[in-house]
């Protein structure tokens, strides 16, 4: 079973490289963009870490082998919604529980800072969408032509979860 926890800025380093190999690898299934990320200081991601929830989940080698993040604005208005953001998991812990205990671990937090919860999922990811729907989110509109990446568009799913 993977450890979980919150991340710390001694944690940077290894969080760059895991959200770097996210967005590499499966870039419509994120918002953001590998070369804008890559460009930026670890100053930068380590300020993500902190002004962040960002967990990660640990194999028993001590290697972080997935990740996710809640982001709470901090407006009047909308402070009573989060959002998860940044979900990814290596390859090799892929089918071994690790993405349900990194999502019910973000659940959990999130539980005790906000009324609901939000996502964007690729529709074509049907490995994440049983995930989160498995743990209680429904989709509740597609956003077209979301993400366009190298003159092709991608639709994004927006998913939510009330407490």
């Known amino acids: 079973m993977p450890s979980i926890r919150r991340l710390t800025e001694v944690d940077t380093h290894a969080f760059r490289e895991i959200r770097l190999e996210g967005l590499q690898l499966h870039p419509s299934a994120f918002g953001a963009d590998y070369e804008d990320e890559r460009a930026q200081p670890d100053a930068w991601f380590r300020a ?65 800072r906000v009324e609901e919860l939000t996502l964007h999922c690729s529709p074509d990811n049907a490995a994440a969408i049983r995930l989160y729907e498995a743990v209680g989110f429904s989709v509740y509109a597609t956003e077209p032509r979301a993400l366009k990446i190298d003159g092709i568009y991608f639709d994004s799913l927006l998913m939510t979860k009330r407490f």
């Open 48 to 112: 993500r870490v902190i002004d962040h929830a960002v967990f990660g989940a640990f194999l028993d080698n001590g290697s972080l082998a997935g990740v996710a993040g809640l982001m709470v604005p901090t407006g009047a208005k909308m402070k009573h919604k989060g959002t998860l953001w940044g979900m990814y998991v290596r390859p090799v812990a892929r089918g071994t529980g690790l993405a349900a205990a990194l999502v019910l671990e973000i659940i959990d937090y999130a539980k005790t």
